[in-house]
Each structure stands twice: as structure tokens, then as C-alpha cells.
């Protein structure tokens, strides 16, 4: 072995001949362990590896410091260090997977089978099983058991659900590598007695069992799995179709019902950290394994230690083993497991992300953030796939527990998760203290795709006396139609598999009719007061030349209105119009001789995006969304389509590259690690035509220049490059390259033509998918359309951090799901929209938020308030009712005085101090949600506009626009006063939304005070609104800079566990 001194510097160097074929093992100064190849350190710390190899052999230097990626794009020291490192000689196991697989399993679950858990948590042979009665099955993780998954319970809370269950609780001991978890499940009801009921909770990799078990309800409108599920898999996995089979047959007859899932940290949609590499996700495992369970010397370590060892020493990949391929994300078995398949039983889903604590989690943390690429995670599991899966269901429920201290084994004994969990499994209601509710829990994906659909725009209305605003939208934003049935972009239709039915490039009776009215909406809306606004639809498969003539006829026609007419184009709208100006010159110069003529680009790709060539060949999220989308037919199968479609290859970068030849495409398919076909001759064809038909006309000059104009937009990462890698763990692969100069689909450099003005030249903030629908640039347009320049863009190349190429990240994990606060993720997906750029959807002025630090007297505005049913007023409420001269009390005394949720009542007065009250009811204390807490405040808030329209016309006063709140639910509704301060938030906002949308002299909140007189509440407090801002969601807030400070601020020596609603205020 050899040291690694912690002061090395450029003029000491130490040099290791180690050998490509030779595994090593490095130790960081606090205990963390990694195996691996020499050259897979670049990407284990998030650095670009070195371009080529010296002699063929490749120098690698060890930073003195592990180093993460801020979210600004630069890397910063961690504190952390690799101080060991260890040449491992020798051939550790077996070499043939499925040997090895067993041989893992067997050694992690010396005794499989179904087990009867015992009060003091032994577990024996379960015998037989009780039939028409209700257990407790407990579905344990990978290379887990039941005593090892679950046996961190509290014994008081465990004691409570083995008393709640009657002592019936059973555990399903079972092998988690070898067998899939659909295998796991068929062993499982051999064993089942018929009629049994069952409550399920799971841990880890169990969750996919707990959702196949779920599937066997017999009071599903199906039972078991459709035949295109089955159908689905067997194309991947015969064996396992089979099991899927027997699984139907025996559901059907033993008519199992249950009660409910709790499904804990569940890879519901598959782990990221499994994506790419197996190793990985079982190096997470290992030091996850001595750390949270205190040695080395264990059994689950030397298990995954061994299983690791032969991993790296014999590069496996995860499909060599069913258990673990269920777990990857995009497999067949993922999409069956996201079905839109309605199940009876509700869900209740734990979610974790790990917050770095001391010691080990430091390094893993780090580690695994550059491998995860800054996705939430317990270091095992992604979070956001936790609560993913199976979620058409009766109703489902989920809690993320976000604090130091949790990791992948953590949640059966950390404070936070354990006690929502002991609480989901002896609930006699729905409702659990801790969970919230997911919304809209009666739809399907089928019905809510539906729902979700982006609508369909149309204008082309001229009057002919005002100036003409023409718009053309870009890829994939026209509707495609066969006949009257819109086919693009409508959902049902993409998830019966309408793309291979009706959008072939040789179907016929297809027309782009309309488009996208989410995205070019507002560009309607804010121009059509000033302006006729026509938008030109066009059938975006097409080649760009052959939609040419169809613009210019409606050119024509509007040029004899001899009104200034501005031409927009957005992305590859950009590219039609180039093809309409070089094809019809003569209608471009009778364009350009009306007065104030001006084409202005949106993000055009003049020459091409490297975004296409990621489509291609598999990589990017967009195929990914759709493949998604499509439960019919595979990704593979949806490409052999777009391969076909002249206007994806018109977008092909247009550059040096021979991307025109199928030698290109045959060589960079070799190296990609998965079965894609090359595009066909016939698009290769034309995309050499096009490319130098582009070439020779890609400047623009002479008198042109002085109509063209170009808006370029911004994200943290457009693809720019790819490069050929090597490993010797993977071989060579293909990798994609980004920079920041580039709006996310397009790089500045390849989308801005030579030769434009530079006065022609503006930036925003926007990223590509918006950039005709964003007000910023929409109010940018208006100033040169009517002075032909504006100050409200910069001429001026932003300044970014990381410039220059990088490595790209792998498409992001596409949501499986639509997430319950956000709807509009799958869309935004196929449109190239960020969590950032989706901020812009939600309330476009964010609120204000403040944190006072006093008593609630000196509160800027009304004070909100909960009072719970049957409860008297008493503390805080008190004391308020006070300062208001017993108003509360008088409200309470006559009978109007709220209670359930959603009630309220409102009393003004601005001669008090503080000068009024907005008290809203919580319903039964014992089992109040952050769900039910965001509708109480969202109705309480409406009311409240309502109260100053109504009372106070005309009458501008502070309280108006604002409220004053206490940490409301957070004591005696024993909400985490995250979650109490989120949904206040959530609240506040879903009015805001409402009222805005109204369109009437309704005013929104602009203002939010949050009031304690706890320094250590208020801070708390400060200390979440922070995390809040800084996270990238949809809550949108200003937070101001400091906690005021005011008369009645108190400290204490300890905080206490139950958050300040003021019970022991005194005055």
C-alpha cells in the first residue's frame, strides 16, 4: 500500500506504475473505501479525464482534495482527502455471473422463506398461514432479511404495531440478486393461503415487490399484470414474462386484499447510481454499511464486499443479474412498474435525502454527488424515485424526511421517518400525521394525461390596418392532426402508440393545425392588443425546403396589406424561414421594402445542434419523455420512426463532422450500450444535400444585415461536442460535452449567424423551450418592433462560470410521473424546460418573506391563526384575542367561528395593534396534514381578498397585500415546522394563482411575516425559508435578508422538540 501525504505539491510527485488491468482502493482521511480501475478517478471526482494517453497510457494526478460542483458550475474543496492507496492482486470469485449471483444470495439469506416475526423481533418458519386474516408482511432490501431491514424499529413502536396486528406480522426472506422481483413475488403466493389480507411495508429494493404484490388485489378492476405488460417484457425477458403469467393465474385464485402499502425508500422508478455503472450503487452500499451499522466485521459487508470485488474485477453490468436490472432505471421492468394501473389499495411512500453529517457521510456525499450529478439521494436510492411507481391508487400519501442523520438505513430508527412510519402502519384513517396528501389521487395517468395536455393555439385573424405579427414555432411545437384527431401533442394518443400509427413520415393524411398553446400563449395574449397576430403551424417531420413554399403563400397574402409586417421564428422556425428567403427572393425584397420590416430569431440552430445527434443516439431526455409516454413500443422502436424524418436531420449540426456518412454513425453506434439502429441511407442523403446547400449560404450580408435580428437564450448546460471515452471498466463510450454558452438545446456559437450585427445581437435569461412565451423577451420584441432596438436585453455576452467545454451530464432520470406540485414536468421535458426556467410558471411576482422575531402585537398585518375543532381559545389565540378587545371570543360565542378545514374568519381593524386577525380552521388536532393546512390557508387568503375588495373599496392600506402568520400546526398539530412553513407558503401561492387568474380587482399577497417569539423558532424558521429559496422548486419567494427583531423577543436555554404556538405566552 502506499500513503498520500496531505501537503503534496507541483514540485513532489509521486508516481505509480499501476497498469490498466489492476484494481486498487483508495481510503479518504475519514474512513471511506473505493475499488476501481486507475482511469475511472477522473469521474469518481467530477473532473474531465485527461484528452489522450501518453504512449498509450493515460497520467492521472490525485487532487489534495475531493472536490463537488457548485450550482454555479465551479468546483470547490471539500475538506476531504484520499490518504491510502492499495494495489488488490488476485482473482477474488467466480467469473460467470449467474454463479456468482447465486453464490451472493445465498451468503447474504442462509434461510429463505416466509417468516412469523415475534414480539422481541426473532423470526421462525411461519408454518401455516391463517386464511381470511390481516398480517403485516415486511419485504426486506437487496442482499437484506427481514431481521436486518427492520429490526432498528424503536421497541415501543415496534411493540405497537406487532399489538395492532394481534402478533400476525410476517417477513418474506428471499433472494434480492438472482431472482427478479416478480420471481420474489410468484414464491410468495405459492405459499399464500386464499383470501388473505395483508398491510404491506417495505424497505429498499422490497418496493417493488410490495407493488407487484399490490397488483394481485382482487378488488383491481384488473388483477395482475394486461397482456402488453406481459408483452412488454417478453421482449426483453421471456423468462420473466412467464412469471408474470403465473403470477395472473395465481392471484386470480387466491384473492388476496391489501389494506394498504407503506413503501420506504422504494427504487419506485429505479436508481440513477445503477444507471450506468453497478459498482457504484454498490460502493454507495459498502460505506453505507460500515458506517450506519458500526464495523466491518459484519455479514452484509463482507456480502457486498465480495459481490463489489467481482463486479469491478469482471466489469459487470447489472443485466447480468434480475434482481438488481429491476432497479435500473428506463428497463422494461420500470416501465410496467409506472404503468397507469389502478390499484385498490392507498400508498403511503417514504422519502429520504441525506444531509452530509460528519466523518464518512463528508466523502460519500461528496463521491456520490458528482456520480449522481447533484441529485437528491440517501446514498443509495434517488429520492425523487422514491415516490414513484405504481400511483393510480385510491388514495397515496407521501413524507421526504430531509435532516442530518438520515441515510438508506436509517429511516426504522430515525426520529423523523420512524414514527410517520409506526403511524402509517396502526392508522385507523386515511390520513397520517407527517404524510401529505398527493393530489388529484383519483386520476390515472390515462385520465390525467388528458388533463394535462397543452392545448391547442390558433390565430390568423388580419384586419389588415394594423401592423402583422407572424409566428413560426419550433420543433414539435405545431400540432400534427390525422383528419380532426390531433395525434401531436395530445397524450392519450401518444400512450396508445399514436406515433408509430399515424406519424410515420409515409402516413398520410397528416396536417399541423394548430400549436402548442402552453408555450406560445402569452406571445398571443401580450401582442394581439397592438398587433394581428398570425401563427403559421407546420408539419415539423417535413424537410425544411419542402414547408418553405407554404410560408411564402401565406406571405403573400399578407404583404398586400402593405402593413409593417415582423417576422418571429422560433428555434427550427428559424430554419424554414432561412429556406423561404433563399427559395423566394422575391417575396423576401417586397418583405424588406415594407417600413419597419424585421425578421427576428428565437433560438434558431442556423447550424445545427449537437441536441439532435443526441436524440440519434439515445441520449437525449426528450426520446427518453417520449419513450416514457408511449407504453405500446420501445425506445428503439420509436427512433427507427424519427430516423425517417427529414426535419430532425435539418437540425443535424453542420460542421466538419461527416455526420452525412454511415461510416460515422456505424462507428459512434459501437460505442453506445444500447441496441439502436443507424439512421437510413435515404436521411443520410438528404442531410448531405442540406448541409452544403447551408454551407454556401450560412453568412448573412449585404443589404439583409439590416433587417435580421437574434435573441439568444440561457441554461447551465447545451451539449456542444461528444467524445469518444475509455475505461477499462466500460471500454470506450460515447460522452456527450456541454458548455453554459447556449440556451439548452442551442450553443450560441453554432446558433448566431456570421455576419449578423452586432446592435442585432441580444441575450436573455431564457432558456430555449421559452424563449416565445417568456414575458421578458416578449416585451423586448414589442420595443424593436417599434424602434428596432430595446434596453430590455443586453447586447452584451453574459458572463458565465465554467466556460469552455465540460462533461455533460447524462440525461436526467425522466420523471416517472408527473410530481403532485408540478404537472407540467413531463412536458417540460420534451420542450427542453429546467426545474429553473419552470419557476417562471408559477406566480410571476414572487412573494415576500419575512421573519419577525417578537410578540405577535407589533406583526406588520392581520395575524393568521389555526383554531382546531372543539378547541377553546386559548394561548397565542388568546393572547391575540386580547390585543383585538375579545373579537375573537365574541365570533366564538355567536357560533361563527371556523373549526374544519378550510373555514375562516376575518376581523380588520386598523386602529389595533396588531390590526387584525385571519383565523382559519384545522380540523381534528390528531390528524392534520401539510395538504389539509395549504387548503385551509388557500381558502382563508381567497376570503381575505374578498374582505378588502368588499369592505375597503378604493382603499389602499398595507394590510391589503399582506399577512402576518404564526408557525401554524407546528405545536400542538405536531407538524415539523417544515412542513407547517411550506404549506403556509403552498397556500398562499395557490390563492395568489387563482386570483391572478380571475383577471378582477381581487390583489394577491405580496407580503408573507412569519411571527415567533423564540429566537430559536424565528431563526429555525429563517433557517427553511432559506433552504426554500435556495432550492430548486416551485415556490417562489424573496426572502429578506435578516430576522427583524421587535419588543417580546425571548430566548430559552434548550429548544424544545414541540414548536412554539406560544402555549405558555404570558403577558
Known amino acids: 500500500s502506499y500513503q498520500l501525504s496531505n501537503d503534496r505539491s507541483f514540485t513532489e510527485i509521486h508516481e505509480l506504475d499501476i497498469g490498466d488491468e489492476r484494481l486498487i482502493q483508495l481510503t479518504t482521511n475519514d474512513g471511506l473505501e473505493w475499488i476501481c480501475y486507475a482511469d475511472d478517478i477522473p469521474e469518481l471526482l467530477g473532473m474531465e479525464p485527461p484528452a489522450t494517453r501518453s504512449g498509450g497510457r493515460m497520467r492521472i494526478e490525485l487532487p489534495v482534495q475531493l472536490t463537488v ?27 460467470v455471473a449467474q454463479k456468482l449471483a447465486e453464490l451472493i444470495d445465498k451468503k447474504a439469506m442462509k434461510d429463505p422463506g416466509l417468516k412469523m416475526v415475534s414480539r422481541d423481533f426473532q423470526v421462525q418458519p411461519a408454518g401455516n398461514v391463517s386464511a381470511q386474516a390481516h398480517y403485516l408482511l415486511m419485504l426486506h432490501g437487496t442482499f437484506a432479511s427481514t431481521v436486518g431491514s427492520f429490526d432498528k424499529f424503536p421497541s415501543d413502536r415496534w411493540h405497537d404495531i406487532y399489538d395492532h396486528f394481534n402478533g ?90 391489501i389494506h394498504r402499502v407503506i413503501r420506504v425508500a422504494s427504487p419506485a422508478a429505479g436508481t440513477i447510481l445503477l444507471d450506468r455503472r453497478l459498482d457504484h450503487f454498490l460502493h454507495g452500499l459498502l460505506n453505507l454499511i460500515q458506517t450506519a451499522l458500526g464495523s466491518k466485521v459484519n455479514l452484509l459487508y463482507d456480502v457486498v464486499k465480495s459481490f463489489l470485488l467481482a463486479v469491478v474485477k469482471e466489469r459487470f453490468h447489472a443485466r447480468s443479474f434480475p434482481g438488481l436490472w429491476a432497479m435500473v432505471p428506463e428497463t422494461t421492468y420500470q416501465q410496467v412498474n409506472n404503468n397507469d394501473f389502478q390499484l385498490s389499495s392507498p400508498l403511503y411512500a417514504v422519502a429520504g435525502d441525506a444531509e452530509v453529517g460528519h466523518g464518512i457521510w463528508n466523502s460519500l456525499k461528496v463521491i456520490l454527488t458528482n456520480l449522481y450529478y447533484r441529485e437528491a439521494n440517501d446514498f443509495v436510492v434517488n429520492t425523487r424515485a422514491m415516490t414513484q411507481g405504481l400511483l393510480n391508487r385510491s388514495e397515496r400519501y407521501f413524507i421526504r424526511v430531509e435532516e442530518a442523520g438520515i441515510n438508506h438505513f436509517a ?26 396528501a398527493i393530489l388529484d389521487t383519483s386520476l390515472g395517468r390515462g385520465v390525467a394525461l388528458a388533463l394535462f395536455n397543452m392545448g391547442a393555439l390558433v390565430s390568423d385573424h388580419v ?86 413554399s407554404e410560408v411564402n403563400k401565406k406571405m403573400e397574402s399578407l404583404l398586400v396589406h402593405q402593413q409593417p409586417v415582423y417576422l418571429v421564428s422560433h428555434s427550427m422556425g428559424g430554419l424554414v424561414a ?153 471500454g470506450k463510450y460515447l460522452r456527450y460535452t456541454s458548455t453554459r454558452e447556449g440556451d439548452g438545446s442551442v450553443t450560441w456559437s453554432s446558433g448566431i449567424p456570421a455576419g449578423l450585427k ?33 434596453l430590455k436585453l443586453s447586447n452584451s455576452k453574459p458572463a458565465v462560470t465554467a466556460r469552455g467545454t465540460g462533461i455533460s451530464a447524462p440525461a436526467d432520470m425522466v420523471p416517472m410521473a408527473p410530481d403532485y406540485y ?136 398595507p394590510a391589503r397585500q399582506g399577512i402576518s402568520t404564526l408557525l401554524v400546526g407546528s405545536a400542538y398539530g405536531r407538524l415539523p415546522m417544515a412542513e407547517s412553513v411550506r404549506s403556509i407558503i403552498i397556500g398562499v401561492q395557490r390563492a395568489n394563482k387563482i386570483i391572478l387568474g380571475m383577471g378582477s380587482d381581487l390583489q394577491p399577497i405580496t407580503t408573507l411575516e412569519f411571527v415567533d417569539y423564540y429566537q430559536d423558532n424565528a431563526y429555525e424558521c429563517y433557517k427553511i425559508l432559506r433552504q426554500l429559496k435556495e432550492d430548486k422548486n416551485t415556490i417562489s419567494i424573496e426572502l429578506r435578508e435578516e430576522i427583524e427583531r421587535g419588543f417580546g423577543n425571548r430566548s430559552r436555554l434548550l429548544r424544545e422538540e414541540s414548536r412554539s404556538w406560544w402555549q405558555s405566552m404570558t403577558t
Not at 386464499?194 to 388483477?223: F, K, Y
Not at 410571476?844 to 391563526?865: A, H
Open 69 to 95: 460542483q457548485t450550482d454555479r458550475g465551479t468546483r470547490q474543496g471539500s475538506g476531504f482527502e484520499f490518504i491510502r492507496l492499495d494495489i488488490i492482486k488476485g482473482d477474488p470469485v467466480e467469473k
Open 822 to 957: 408540478n404537472p407540467d414536468v413531463i412536458t417540460d421535458n420534451l420542450f427542453g424546460i429546467t426545474t429553473r426556467d419552470r419557476s417562471q410558471q408559477v406566480p410571476e411576482t414572487p412573494i415576500r418573506v419575512e421573519v419577525f422575531n417578537g410578540d405577535l402585537k407589533w406583526s406588520r398585518f392581520p395575524v393568521m391563526i389555526g383554531h382546531f375543532q372543539s378547541d377553546g381559545i386559548v394561548s397565542a389565540e388568546r393572547t391575540l384575542d386580547t390585543y383585538l378587545g375579545g373579537k375573537l371570543f365574541e365570533h366564538k360565542q355567536i357560533g361563527f367561528y371556523p373549526g374544519d378545514i378550510g373555514d375562516s374568519v376575518i376581523i380588520f381593524d386598523e386602529n389595533q395593534t396588531p390590526t387584525g386577525a385571519v383565523v382559519i380552521g384545522l380540523g381534528n388536532k390528531d390528524v392534520l396534514t401539510g395538504y389539509e393546512l395549504a387548503n385551509s390557508v388557500e381558502k382563508a387568503v381567497l376570503r381575505y381578498a374578498l374582505f378588502f375588495r368588499d369592505t375597503q373599496p378604493g382603499k389602499e392600506t
Open 758 to 790: 452586432p446592435e442585432h445581437l441580444y441575450y436573455s435569461s431564457i432558456e430555449h423551450g421559452n424563449l416565445a412565451n417568456a414575458p421578458e423577451v416578449i416585451t423586448a420584441l414589442k420595443e424593436l418592433f417599434r424602434q428596432g432596438a430595446t
Open 168 to 257: 400476525q406480522v410476517l417477513g418474506w426472506d428471499h433472494f434480492t440478486v438472482k431472482h427478479s422481483p416478480y420471481k420474489n413475488v410468484l414464491d410468495l403466493l405459492e405459499l399464500f393461503p386464499e383470501e388473505l389480507q395483508l398491510t404491506l411495508v417495505s424497505a429498499s429494493r422490497g418496493g417493488l415487490l410490495a407493488d407487484v404484490l399490490a397488483r394481485c388485489d382482487h378488488r383491481n378492476p384488473i388483477v395482475g399484470f394486461t397482456d402488453d405488460e406481459i408483452q412488454i417484457i417478453a421482449a426483453d425477458a421471456a423468462e420473466q414474462a412467464e412469471e408474470m403469467r403465473q403470477i395472473n393465474r395465481l392471484a386470480n385464485v387466491k384473492r388476496i386484499e
Open 578 to 730: 432561412r429556406a423561404w428567403k433563399q427559395q423566394f427572393p422575391a417575396t423576401w425584397q417586397a418583405f424588406t421594402a415594407l417600413p419597419r420590416a424585421k425578421w427576428i430569431m428565437l433560438g434558431t440552430p442556423w447550424l445545427g445542434s449537437y441536441l439532435i445527434m443526441e436524440v440519434l443516439t439515445g441520449h437525449s431526455r426528450r426520446l427518453r419523455q417520449l419513450s416514457f409516454l408511449d407504453f405500446k413500443h420501445s425506445k428503439k422502436t420509436l427512433l427507427d420512426v424519427f430516423n425517417r424524418y427529414p426535419g430532425i436531420f435539418d437540425l443535424l449540426p453542420v460542421n466538419e463532422e461527416p455526420m452525412e456518412q454511415s461510416t460515422f454513425w456505424k462507428d459512434i453506434l459501437n460505442h453506445v450500450d444500447e441496441d439502436i439502429n443507424p439512421p437510413p441511407a435515404a436521411s443520410l442523403h438528404h442531410f448531405n444535400h442540406f448541409k452544403q446547400a447551408t454551407l454556401g449560404q450560412s453568412e448573412i450580408s449585404g443589404n439583409d444585415r439590416n433587417f435580421i435580428y437574434y435573441i439568444a437564450g440561457q441554461s447551465d448546460s447545451t451539449t456542444n461536442g461528444y467524445q469518444i471515452a475509455e475505461s477499462f471498466f466500460r
Open 411 to 436: 429511516y426504522f430508527h430515525f426520529p423523523t421517518s420512524s414514527v410517520a412510519i409506526a403511524g402509517a402502519l396502526t392508522a385507523t384513517q386515511p390520513s397520517v400525521q407527517g404524510f401529505t
Open 463 to 548: 384586419t389588415g390596418k394594423r401592423p402583422i405579427v407572424v409566428l413560426l414555432p419550433g420543433i414539435m411545437g405545431s400540432n400534427l392532426y390525422h383528419g380532426d384527431d390531433c395525434i401531436w401533442l395530445d397524450f392519450p394518443e401518444l400512450n396508445k402508440g399514436g406515433i408509430l400509427k399515424y406519424l410515420k413520415i409515409d402516413g398520410a393524411g397528416i396536417a399541423a393545425k394548430s400549436v402548442v398553446q402552453k408555450y406560445y400563449h402569452r406571445f398571443k395574449e401580450d401582442l394581439i392588443s397592438e398587433y394581428d397576430v398570425v401563427i403559421l403551424p407546420f408539419d415539423w417531420r417535413l424537410a425544411v425546403d419542402d414547408i418553405a
